[in-house]
């Protein structure tokens, strides 16, 4: 199958480095790194784009117009952190960039015209439509029409930490490329201009579907403050997110899920199917059909059937990243998972199902680019796992339970009528799981630390062992390492004190220790920073069950890098807490390489340790339901598989480091920042299910190559 997509214009990508570049926009001297609040990280140096351009010896003719431009952004900038910036999570600075007239685009010749629009977003608040945010200035419009119309190559490149109206590409017919750089870190300039350059061929693809209009996302019109209604928050839209919904309610994205372009062309052939049992392995021939070596994903996407059930026109099943490709190369690559993983949760009956019918299996490189690659039958329906209904909605707020209009992919009749066929043994799929709960004689004791406890629990269970342990046992955490007793026995042991203590850290105004955790609370510009271990971390573990040997646990809030005060004083030291500020989640998911978040993991890990934190407060699990949710740069996709599979490996890859760990956070419906403290979340079961997220399995590999921009082009 080639790649159909839409070409870098008139080949403007990528620009030879000994071009004259005009550079113009806010973001080129004002680059944002990520976002800010929790997922923000205080570094020593963040390089621009107008510094990374610079450094890799572009010709960046509009020098002197920046310059005099950003005196007056640092003096803006200067009153905004003196003012509103001193209020907590109140958001990086944003500048208006002013309209460029006609004299500044005359006396800058240049071979290629560069536009920059950043945008930030953070914790504590949300995103909005208005211009400036997720709308285009009327200034921002009038400068990238007229810079496209003057220069005879023109980019826009995209500093933004989820997506934006992009009308303006076809505003500006003149217009080239756009590139989405995302917020890349603190050496962001760097990549940006090895991207441009060409010294890295861009391989990144979409984990968001990028709407025409931001009225086409389902969520539009009761997100958040939309409706005037911040304290209730009803996910009517079910499983209907993203490209689920794009595709089965047949609505044109401008950017679909999955897309991206490279600097040379791919072509692939699925060579085999296999199905055995529940498990689908695929094998895809990938080769390089341009003249530049690069990378491509391999996409498979999965139709289930119509029936009783709510369904999606198709599903991300599996993904495989190829290596570095030279031209005319060619490499297999295998992608395989499980049919159970893609069954569809029946409400009335509290159980996943694959309901009979045809699967479509589809490979490409987008969920719009696809072809069919074979179909699978299943002659009845199956029970894949039953589960039970606890706490459900009163009320399921879900209102798009599917669609008759769906989108039809083009040669689909003709591609059907020729794809393999491959029948599914349906006893294979079948939950073979006893869920029945029974008590016998023969049961694990469960441990309680005093008779009234167990008397109440003889009572409920007759035949299950109890067992009493003595709290004055002396037992400590290091017996249950050395498997002296259980864990339950451990904890059986801790007075209801200890056990409050556990629960509640260190911040305790019965001890010095604990007032200091309190000081550093409000005192180190970090809420939540209440460690005294390692000063402005975001908390610890109590220091008072020593004696039982349970260790001070230190965590810092992620999942960009860690974060720590600029700087912190112990016992009259002054300590200086930089740290490597990584890409946002969602640019670090746009690789579809799951062994460069591996290798991300193991880097932190390292600086974990040499700052002595021990929870990474990452990584962020939040589906993308909107894209105006302030914290969705921490965050992966809005597919679950995806998010799953980037969360495993940053997890693994972090557990290289032995005692170094991850608390993964915000499994669901923290998608809104808007009174987030407050608000509730009424959210049917079916959608539920669909945030369970995917299984990686090892070996991983870390690869010597760079985390690579993504490229979006006309």
């Known amino acids: 199958m080639q790649n159909n997509a839409q070409q870098n214009g008139a080949a403007s990508l990528p620009i030879s480095k000994n071009s004259r570049i005009a550079l113009f926009g806010s973001g080129s001297y004002g680059t944002y790194k990520g976002g800010s609040g929790s997922g923000d990280v205080n570094v020593s140096h963040v390089t621009s784009i107008l510094e990374g351009l610079k450094n890799a010896n572009y010709n960046v003719v509009t020098s002197s117009y920046l310059s005099a431009q950003q005196a007056d952004y640092n003096n803006q900038a200067a009153w905004y952190k003196a003012t509103a910036g001193l209020i907590p999570f109140s958001g990086n600075f944003q500048y ?89 870190g603190q050496n962001v300039g760097t990549a940006v201009a090895n991207i441009l350059s060409g010294a890295v061929n861009p391989s990144g693809h979409l ?18 403050n939309n409706d005037g209604n911040t304290n209730n928050e009803n996910y009517a ?42 498990i689908v392995s695929m094998n895809v021939n990938v080769t390089n059909t341009g003249k530049t070596a690069g990378r491509q994903t391999v996409q498979v996407y999965l139709s289930s059937p119509k029936g009783a059930i709510p369904t999606a026109f198709q599903d991300l099943a599996g993904f495989a990243k190829t290596g570095q490709l030279a031209p005319g190369a060619s490499q297999n690559v295998k992608i ?35 072809a069919v690659a074979g179909v699978l039958n299943l002659d009845k329906t199956v029970i894949t796992n039953q589960l039970a209904n606890e706490g459900a ?25 020729t794809a393999p066929q491959f029948t599914v043994d349906a006893n294979s799929l079948q939950d073979l799981n006893n869920h029945a709960s029974t008590y016998s004689g023969e049961s694990t004791p469960i441990y309680v630390n005093n008779d009234q406890s167990a008397a109440d629990l003889r009572a409920k269970a007759p035949n299950q062992k109890i067992e009493v342990v003595d709290p004055s046992n002396n037992a400590t955490l290091k017996d249950v390492y050395d498997k002296k007793i259980s864990m339950n026995q451990f904890v059986a042991g801790l007075t209801t004190t200890e056990l409050a203590r556990i629960v509640e850290g260190n911040v305790d105004f019965a001890t010095q220790a604990g007032l200091e955790a309190f000081v550093n609370q409000i005192g180190l510009g970090v809420i939540g920073g209440a460690a005294t271990k390692v000063p402005g971390a975001a908390g610890q573990t109590t220091d008072r069950l020593l004696n039982k040997k349970v260790p001070i646990i230190v965590s810092s809030d992620g999942p960009a890098g860690l974060r720590l005060p600029k700087k912190s004083t112990v016992n009259g030291v002054d300590y200086y807490n930089n740290a490597t500020a990584w890409p946002i989640g969602t640019l670090v998911a746009q690789t579809w390489d799951v062994n460069d978040i591996y290798s991300m993991g193991q880097g932190t890990a390292k600086e974990m340790k040499d700052f002595g934190i021990t929870t990474w407060l990452t990584p962020g699990m939040n589906i993308h339901r909107d894209p105006l949710n ?18 495993t490996a940053e997890t693994r890859g972090v557990q290289t480091t032995p ?37 990686l399995k090892l070996p991983l590999k870390a690869p010597n190559h760079n985390l690579s921009c993504l490229l979006i082009t006309r």
Request: negative net charge; charged residues 15%.
């Open 96 to 184: 208006q960039d002013p309209l460029i007239n006609d004299l500044t685009f005359l006396t800058n010749s240049a071979d290629t015209g560069i536009y920059v629009i950043s945008r930030s977003s953070g914790e504590g608040y949300d995103r909005t439509t208005k211009a400036g945010d997720y709308q285009l200035t009327s200034n921002e419009m009038n400068n990238i029409i007229n810079m496209s119309n003057h220069y005879k190559n023109s980019v826009v490149l995209l500093n933004v930490g989820g997506p934006i109206d992009t009308s303006f590409v076809t505003q500006a017919p003149n217009l080239k490329s756009v590139v989405l750089v995302s917020q890349g």
């Open 207 to 224: 984990t968001d579907t990028w709407a025409k209009s931001y009225s086409d996302y389902p969520t539009s019109g009761t997100f958040a």
């Open 237 to 278: 839209e079910g499983i209907y997110v993203g490209y689920r919904y794009f595709d089965s309610y047949n609505i044109a994205p401008r950017y679909p899920f999955g897309f991206g372009l490279t600097y040379t062309k791919f072509a692939m052939d699925t060579t085999s199917v296999n199905v055995d049992k529940d």
């Open 336 to 370: 395989e998972f499980s049919l159970k993983n893609l069954a569809a949760y029946d409400v009335a009956s509290a159980a996943y199902k694959l309901q009979a019918g045809d699967y479509i299996l589809r490979v490409g490189d987008s969920s719009r680019n696809t």
């Open 393 to 417: 909605p009163t009320v399921d707020p879900t209102t798009l339970k599917g669609s008759d209009n769906m989108y039809t992919p083009d040669n689909q009749a003709a591609q059907l009528s």
């Open 630 to 647: 302030g914290r969705n740069f921490e965050y992966f996709s809005e597919d679950p598989l995806v998010s799953g599979l980037m969360a």
């Open 659 to 695: 005692g170094i760990g991850v608390a993964v956070k915000h499994f669901a419906a923290n998608s809104q920042e808007s009174n987030r403290m407050g608000m509730n979340a009424s959210i049917g079961e079916q959608a539920c299910g669909k945030f369970t997220c995917g299984v």
